[in-house]
């Protein structure tokens, strides 16, 4: 007679979760600090005079002409950037966050671009995304409406991973676009337009999307015969 020999076998089985919250990396500015710069600290100037601190809010550090600010930090290449309005631009200017900024110090190198649109009357604002490269910048896919106005304290940002191109506001992600153009590592930047109101901003988020694997224990119960 054959006896059945019981025992439990462990494993462990790999859950590769997706990414979270949008924005899903950490406040690297919070632009609570005594009035310095520019540069910011932690930045480097993109273009222009850059940006500083004033009032525990950070600002373009000069009027008229493009004034732009970038974390010193690279990261990627699957990375985010996300910016706090802590003032709304003016109606018809350009103010663009950038993602796999190739040189931290300027502003015309390879990089992906979401530009915050402000449009004339109510719920009209827009959202666009770019990819720019050896100078020539490419709008991809059609222009977002946001169905609302651009806000203070809203929370806008890009993500690049892999070939998928994510804007969001808000926790929400509003569209996605693929290209392959720009693959490596880069820097987060922002630069704003000089016409008035400009672009004020009370954080800057920037860092690596890491996919979380995780190892969950499960345990099987098998019979062996003898």
């Known amino acids: 007679m054959k006896k059945l020999l019981w025992f439990t076998l462990s494993v462990w089985l790999l859950a590769t979760h997706s990414w979270g919250a949008y924005p899903d990396v950490a406040v690297v500015d919070n632009c609570t600090r005594a009035n310095q710069g520019p540069p910011l600290t932690g930045h480097v100037n993109n273009g222009g005079s850059g940006w500083r601190v004033a009032f525990n809010i950070c600002i373009p550090a000069g009027a008229g002409g493009y004034h732009g600010t970038s974390w010193n930090t690279s990261y990627g290449p699957d990375m985010e950037g996300a910016i ?123 860092g690596t999307i890491v996919s979380a694997s995780v190892a969950v224990p499960s345990q099987t119960t098998l019979g062996v015969g003898q």
């Open 84 to 206: 706090t309005l802590n003032q709304v631009p003016a109606v018809g200017t350009y103010n663009g966050l950038f993602v796999r900024l190739q040189t931290a110090n300027n502003s015309g190198s390879d990089r992906y671009e979401l530009d915050l649109v402000p449009v004339t009357g109510a719920n009209n604002d827009e959202l666009t995304v770019w990819k720019c490269v050896s100078s020539v910048s490419t709008q991809l896919g059609a222009t977002y409406s946001l169905g609302v106005d651009l806000a203070v304290s809203d929370v806008i940002g890009l993500r690049a991973v892999g070939t998928t191109i994510t804007p969001f506001r808000n926790g929400s992600a509003l569209a996605t676009r693929t290209d392959s153009a720009v693959s490596g590592a880069g820097y987060v930047g922002f630069q704003g337009d000089p016409a008035t109101p400009q672009t004020y901003i009370n954080a800057f988020y920037a």
